[in-house]
């Protein structure tokens, strides 16, 4: 059994495409979130499948969160998201939704009562500079979710990402979720600098890869201003620098895992729970990260 110091999170991936299409290009960005490497989905299951792949997780590790992710996982089509978050419920996990919210609307009253969180992407305070990130409309969506999650006393969680110009507009930003924490729990907001995870983008590091010192600096300036609130910085990292250690679980019961540093090409494929077990994988996991960390890190 995993405890939960060892394992406190499991992100289950139902789906690795995005909807994020749905918007078009601004006038000076192409949208679709310029940050993003997008990928066509590789994740084939069925609901049952789904629901095996939960109870693993469940009878081998205390994990007390699933959080569902992708891709986005709020699509236009049935990938059981539904079933999913139901389940991980009943089996007694916490569910944390992760979504760019462009189809929350269509798809909520089938979640809501399955949801803990939901955590909602926005890397501006007001249209002109998040929708520079992920297309025309997209903070129009964003303020109409959180008055949707808000009004029905949802707890929520923010995710932003920054550039050196949007950085200085952190403040705007908190005053923003500090509106939002006044009217629901607000249980934490997440703010990263670009990470090329293994797969360097010029252009994207020349847009994103400001000063770590500077990043550090914006984020520490705004932590007083969101009471309540845990604020999470994750800085650009360098190639030999650690990167946080994090299990995904597809839905077809493949498991994936950081192992090191942003130079991995991409996580390290372990194996299928439905057949290796679930702890089996990620002790293995354990042992090649401490294996292929950079000499001199612990």
């Known amino acids: 059994m995993l405890t939960h110091e060892e394992l406190a999170i499991v992100h289950l991936v139902l789906n690795t495409d995005c909807n994020a299409w749905d918007l078009a290009p601004t006038s000076d960005s ?3 979130c310029r940050f993003c490497y997008r990928a066509r989905n590789r994740v084939k299951t069925d609901a049952d499948t789904v629901r095996r792949v939960i109870d693993e997780v469940r009878s081998e590790s205390e994990a007390h969160r699933c959080v569902f992710t992708g891709g986005d996982p709020v699509m236009p089509y049935d990938n059981h998201l539904e079933v999913a978050l139901r389940h991980a419920t009943e089996a007694g996990f916490e569910t944390n ?3 760019n919210g462009l189809l929350l609307s269509e798809r909520y009253a089938g979640l809501r009562d399955h949801v803990s969180v939901y955590s909602l992407a926005v890397d501006g305070p007001d249209s002109g500079t998040a929708d520079w990130f992920r297309g025309q409309g997209y903070f129009e969506r964003f303020l109409s979710n959180v008055e949707l999650l808000t009004a029905d006393r949802r707890r929520l969680a923010f995710n932003t990402f920054t550039t050196a110009g949007s950085v ?3 403040p705007r930003l908190a005053r923003l979720i500090a509106g939002a924490a006044q009217r629901t729990e607000v249980e934490y907001w997440l703010i990263s600098q670009y990470r090329p ?7 994207k590091a020349q847009m994103y890869g400001f000063e770590q010192d500077d990043f550090v600096r914006a984020v520490d300036g705004v932590r007083g201003m969101v009471d309540g609130v845990e604020i999470f910085a994750q800085p ?3 190639l ?8 995904w679980v597809l839905a077809d019961g493949t498991v994936t895992a950081d192992l090191g540093s942003v130079a991995a090409p991409r996580n390290e494929e372990l194996g299928n729970l439905l057949v290796d077990g679930f702890e089996p994988l990620v002790r293995r996991a354990f042992a090649l990260r401490e294996k292929n960390q950079p000499e001199g890190i612990s």
């Not at 995870?197 to 252009?203: C, K, L, S």
């Open 97 to 99: 939704l992760h979504t």
């Open 197 to 203: 995870i293994g797969r360097t983008d010029t252009r």
């Open 168 to 170: 200085k507009e952190l």
């Open 240 to 247: 030999e620098d650690p990167y946080p250690f994090r299990v």
């Open 236 to 238: 650009t990292r360098a």
């Open 30 to 32: 192409p949208g679709v």
